[in-house]
């Protein structure tokens, strides 16, 4: 099984316990998903929003591993739901889209979670917050 990561539970964006939930994950390659990326901004940091749609989202594709999908499930909470999607050229993965209503978020019209944060001079969420 893949995983489609394209925010906070991406290697470089990580933060403090986020990265306990990554161990035994396999590497990662730079992949694209069709869909629409939102910012959710909060006193924590800032985490994205995925949704279906027409826009390009970046990512990492990852071989599930031996990831502990129940505790990335219990993360994500009921905001999120783990979804199969198509990766790049037609390879399937799960990823965790956004379960609510998009009003109110800033579109993040690159598709680039990480990029964003700098362009914003942002940190990413963290649990520790």
Do not use: C, K
């Not at 390659?29 to 994205?48: I, K, M, Q, S, W």
């Not at 990512?59 to 990335?72: F, I, N, P, T, Y």
């Not at 198509?86 to 965790?96: I, L, N, R, S």
């Amino acid at each position: 099984m893949h995983l489609f990561f394209y925010g906070i539970l991406q290697g470089e964006v990580a933060q403090g316990p986020v990265r306990d939930l990554l161990a035994g994950i396999g590497p990662g390659v730079r992949a694209t998903a069709r869909g629409d990326l939102y910012a959710v901004r909060n006193e924590a940091g800032a985490y994205p929003a995925m949704v279906a749609g027409g826009g390009e989202v970046r990512g990492m594709l990852h071989e599930a591993g031996s990831v502990d999908l129940a505790a990335l499930d219990v993360f994500e909470g009921p905001e999120y739901r783990r979804t199969e999607i198509e990766v790049g050229g037609g390879q399937v993965a799960q990823a965790y889209l956004w379960a609510g209503s998009t009003d109110g978020l800033e579109s993040i019209v690159h598709g680039e979670f990480a990029r964003w944060l700098r362009e914003n001079g942002l940190s990413a969420y963290s649990a520790e917050s």
